[in-house]
């Protein structure tokens, strides 16, 4: 029987809402089960985890480019039907320069490169509720990486190997053509078994994404459907792709293949057994060069801390890596990219100057509860940071484009009595001495410490008394006591950055506080400090409503 015979079935393709291909059948999900004709015995009708499926055997007569129209069409719908998600709700919790999704949930940066003399960045969306569930990859660009405009929904989860979420990846800008590498991932069946492959697709000239298909099916042995998030580059006279990779014995490994033409790839190996255990699964991978020397960045999933403060398992490393002549990779040295409560998934470009910038997502993975959430959104971006290999450490800096937000400088005194900034998106640069502790975004009731505590050594993030539902409310680093701690601190409504000692160590949070509380004060000490209103130029990160 044709796919047709199926579609028709199903009550034609406006009632399909999700195409799968099992080993040897065809499943599609329907929306409205009442639609569905009378079925013959070869095909089975069955309710899949709340989800109406039809599913019968493929025969010979149906072709990939049967599936893939299909997918399109679905495509079609999944992009009409998202366009009622693109105006952003009114919420005092909303960044005026973070980017954040107009409803629904945003996490992993995917595809951040300069491509024909723009900046492009994807993010993953569910534009539906503040749910890990079917992912889709919105594009903005930029032409100076502060001023970001919204192009399109690019990809959709409308095909058989991507139909429950288009997962992270990565583009390639390669003979005038951006491709986008991401994982495409399923679920089958009353069990869900998750099905992974690497897939590709070309961005068109209207912003839109031709999906051309899985280039990886099957997984190489010893490894399970935990395989994702591919990153693409250019050394040692080929391409390689890095997926953050989980080991049938549960543990996190680096997986590399090669190509020639990024069309056709070899399984090299697995890495990482010189510093297992680490975690038992690896995402989001990333490398580049600084100064000669190569990084390695990833998310290990499973890493636990000795601070009784810090319970979450889901981190960010970064780590010295090596590649020898035979092509094989050796793990140096590691440590964190931002030792705050809500930094995952990071990817960098290179600029048009050669600049290697890098941008976060601030949030985690199990994080899904909120109170922007109770006005239909959640999560952001960080901050675009430059990353530079300064005296044997990776140093971190805002982008020096992010000066064009400054509206007013001036000079505070800090003490505790306290100011009313009126605002809640500001830069603030200050040197504080141990025993000392800012508190910011505050009023009465609600604010955020970061406390310097001589006798533990550690500079202290307090969000205990703010409206934070998930998550740790205590993050510590610690710190050289003979030495004053300088603060770059970046707040936009609902997040901090902070910027210690100049980028030497990076903490990020998300602090939710009343949108009046917007006091601050200094207890323990006076200091002056360089206070600078940021604008907001988030509006045009959103879709033109016609």
């Known amino acids: 029987m044709s796919l047709q015979f199926l579609i028709e079935l199903a009550g034609g393709v406006d009632n399909i809402s999700r195409i799968l291909a099992p080993e040897g ?216 792709m890095l997926l953050g990779a989980q080991t049938t014995d549960l543990q996190g490994r680096l997986a590399v293949y090669h190509s020639n033409d990024l069309m056709h790839w070899s399984f090299d190996s697995l890495y990482g057994d010189d510093i297992a255990p680490f975690g038992y699964m690896w995402e989001c991978p990333d490398m580049f060069e600084l100064n000669g020397k190569l990084f390695f960045v990833f998310g290990p999933q499973g890493i636990k801390s000795q601070n009784p403060n810090h319970t979450i398992e889901h981190q960010n490393r970064i780590f010295n890596i090596e590649q020898d002549n035979q092509g094989r990779f050796h793990f140096g040295d590691g440590w964190q990219l931002d030792a705050g409560f809500d930094f995952y998934a990071p990817q960098t470009m290179e600029t048009e100057d050669g600049r290697r910038v890098m941008v976060g997502w601030m949030g985690l993975p199990d994080e899904v509860d909120q109170p922007s959430c109770d006005n239909g959104w959640i999560h952001q971006f960080t901050a675009l940071r430059e990353l530079k290999w300064y005296g044997g450490r990776i140093v971190q800096s805002p982008i020096r484009e992010l000066a064009e937000l400054r509206e007013s400088q001036t000079i505070l005194s800090l003490d505790e009595h306290g100011i009313d900034l009126a605002t809640k998106s ?40 703010t409206e934070i539902r998930q998550g740790d409310v205590v993050r510590e680093l610690s710190l050289d006591t003979e030495k004053d701690v300088h603060l770059q601190i970046l707040a936009d409504s609902s997040s901090l950055e902070v910027f210690i000692n100049h980028g030497e160590h990076v903490m990020t949070g998300r602090v939710f506080t009343p949108a009046s509380a917007t006091h601050i004060a200094l207890n323990g000490a006076c200091a002056n400090a360089e206070f600078a209103a940021l604008k907001s130029v988030v509006a045009s990160t959103f879709a033109p409503m016609q």
């Open 25 to 240: 059948r065809v499943v599609v999900a329907v929306r409205d089960a009442k639609q569905v004709l009378p079925t013959p015995d070869f095909v089975v009708e069955e309710s899949v985890l709340g989800e109406w499926q039809l599913s019968m055997p493929r025969c010979n007569s149906i072709s990939d480019e049967d599936l893939a129209t299909l997918g399109r069409l679905i495509a079609k719908q999944q992009k009409a039907i998202a366009q009622n998600y693109l105006k952003p709700t009114d919420c005092p919790y909303r960044p005026q320069w973070h980017i954040s999704p107009p409803q629904g949930l945003l996490n992993d940066p995917n595809g951040f490169i300069f491509h024909n003399g723009e900046y492009h960045l994807f993010y993953q969306w569910y534009p539906y509720a503040c749910e890990h569930k079917d992912k889709y990859w919105v594009l903005l660009k930029s032409q100076d990486l502060v001023n970001w405009n919204w192009q399109s929904i690019a990809l959709t989860p409308s095909d058989w190997f991507d139909s429950h979420g288009v997962f992270s990846g990565h583009a390639v800008s390669h003979e005038g053509e951006l491709l986008l590498f991401y994982t495409g991932n399923t679920r089958l069946g009353h069990d869900r078994k998750r099905q992974t492959m690497q897939c590709v697709a070309r961005l068109n000239a209207d912003n839109s994404a031709e999906k051309l298909g899985p280039i990886i099916r099957s997984l190489p042995e010893g490894v399970t459907e935990h395989f994702r998030d591919p990153k693409i580059l250019f050394r040692q006279d080929k391409w390689h």
């Open 426 to 465: 500001y830069e603030l640069n200050v040197t504080l001495p141990w025993g000392s502790a800012l508190k910011l975004m505050s009023d009465e009731k609600f604010g955020v410490l970061l406390e310097l505590d001589k006798a533990q050594g550690v500079l202290r993030f307090d969000r205990t008394n």
